[in-house]
């Protein structure tokens, strides 16, 4: 396997003026025109870092939070942030800019993998991408986050549908008298792939797809308000398999549900050669679904009619529309709305609970101007402020390798042999061999209840020798453990470890917190200087670890 790509990886820009023929009726980029320009940058940015030909295999949920209108400026920047053995992510930013006012907004973030399809039958390895600033070595972690939530994302949304199974309601009837039956909402349309719709080997632009499929989905939405539809997001474009100039493409669309304000329409796309055509012999290269909302005149959101399943099928689709729903807020909740310390665990948000976790340890990890407070022999205690918000970092020099650190730190019930501010702790959740739930009790303090705390760990191996193990930690609200009279019920916002090799036989250990009300009473008088609770306890960890590691 040959092995290919740039060494500062790709980063594209790529201006475009609105114009009248990329509108729609209301004078406002077209989403379908902007799928494309998105999907043309970022495929540029993919075949810089690899150095051949690259194809669209999927793109991320995409919000569109700004519309952009004739006459303004579109700016899309697109940077590959990892690259994998043969694929890549590549990070993609849109903003709008009033020419008159200047004013720049973003209109979109979304991520989108590329695969690498060099000419002939051959595969190449892609070079790592060279990481040149801060940005990039977050983005570069995060992205293996990413890529845990799109492989996980099909088995989440099975476990909601069986929860609607069991729940009773999967075949419910529809009585309303009002409801719309989705078969009025059916739209087919035929398109033929011709040479400016693909690449020079021939393959279809993936982000011409998807403008098609934008098309369909309108149509089939605006038959249902009987106006004109706007799309606001997108559930991930993923494609199963190629097209070719000459292949003719069938666009099936029809309303799955709606939700007072939005609707999701299913947009599935089928290809056939011209021997298939004659046979009926389909190939099933795309689905997605796409939610759109509907304004008057006013710019004021318009209410969808309540939906009528007819089939088997559609009460599938019904259901799987809810299902995706909730995926969808769970993860703008996550990624978004950051303000709220304690996530609830669910089962549609736990991809994005668990990814929240581990970007928020990397980007406290990540921040600069960390003022160094104190210093011992093989401890130096740093404090981070910004705005109102404190936080600590705490970092160790053991005499042990990284691997035995990383295990014997991400098994918390270890946790009361180092740490006096453990009073208990014990397992709620096993969730898998890198996620688990603890209940946490910690003695009182003078003037305070005890508290208590259910926390979820995230732990992560580094994928190459530079990078550090992680052990991120946070609260989360489980319905199977409410508060109890008996403790204070404290939050953790983020915390956990950072562990890089030193050498075969040491490492450094950094311990963040970024300080909450419920850890404060345990830190307060370390920070003013009448307490060394934080450097006896980085001791007695230290102690900790080495007698342990000695053992093994």
Known sequence: MERRGAAAGGDVCVCRTVFPAHANHRGELSAGQLLKWMDAAACL??????????????????????????????????????A?????????????????????????????????????????????????????????????????????????????????NKEGDYYGTFEEEDAVSTDLTHVQSIEL?????????????????????????????????HSYPVLKSVNMFKFWGPSVVGDRLVFNAIV????????????????????????????HINSAFL??????????????????????????????AIARRKIRLA????????????????????????????????????????????????IKIWTHEEGDVLSLKVEMQVKIPSHLAFSLLSDFTFRQQWDKHFLTCEVLQAVNEDEKIYY?????????????????????????????YAVAVKSVTLTSMPPSPEYCRSEILCAGFQIYS?????????????VTSGVMPYLAANLTGSSKSIEDTALECIKFLELKGSKY
């Not at 030909?53 to 569109?64: K, L, P, R, W």
């Not at 986050?145 to 069986?162: A, K, S, T």
């Not at 939005?262 to 190939?283: F, L, M, T």
Request: with cysteine.
């Open 291 to 320: 939610i759109f909302n509907s304004v008057n005149d006013k710019g004021e959101l318009l209410t969808f009619p309540r939906i009528k399943p007819t089939t088997k099928d559609g009460m599938r689709r019904y259901h799987g």
């Open 193 to 225: 792939v011709q040479p400016p719709h693909a690449n020079h080997h021939g393959n279809t632009f993936g982000g011409q797809i998807m403008a098609w499929m934008e098309t369909v989905a309108s149509i089939s939405a605006s038959r249902l308000c």
């Open 502 to 514: 030193d050498s075969n036989s040491s490492c450094t250990v950094c311990y963040f917190n970024q």
């Open 440 to 468: 946490v009790t910690s003695p009182p303090m003078t003037g305070h209840k005890p508290r208590d705390f259910v926390i979820l760990v995230s732990q992560r191996q580094p994928c190459k020798p530079s990078e550090p």
């Open 331 to 378: 993860r703008k909740c996550m990624l978004s709305a950051k303000e709220k310390p304690s996530d609830p665990w669910e089962t549609s948000n736990q991809a994005y609970v668990t990814y929240s976790n581990i970007a928020a340890l990397t980007h406290l990890a990540a921040k600069p101007a960390w003022e160094i407070t104190d210093t011992l022999d093989d």
């Open 256 to 283: 799955n549900n709606t939700f007072r304000n939005s609707v999701e329409v299913g947009v599935r796309v089928e290809a056939y050669n011209c021997e298939e055509w004659i046979k009926d012999q389909a190939r």
């Open 84 to 164: 994998f053995k043969t694929s890549m992510e590549v990070g993609i930013k849109v903003t709008v800019q009033d020419v008159l006012t200047n004013v720049e907004k973003i209109v979109s973030v979304a991520y989108a993998t590329y695969v690498a399809k060099p000419v002939g039958a051959g595969k190449i390895e892609l070079e790592p991408v060279k990481l040149l600033s801060t940005d990039d070595h977050l983005e570069h972690t995060l992205a293996i986050e990413r890529r845990r939530i799109r492989l996980g994302y099909e088995q989440v949304f099975q476990n909601l549908m069986q929860e609607s």
């Open 45 to 82: 940015a993919a075949e810089k870092h690899a150095g051949v030909s690259c194809v669209t295999a999927s793109m991320d949920d995409i919000q569109f939070e700004e519309a952009a209108r004739v006459g303004q400026i579109i700016t899309i920047k697109a940077k590959v942030n990892r």
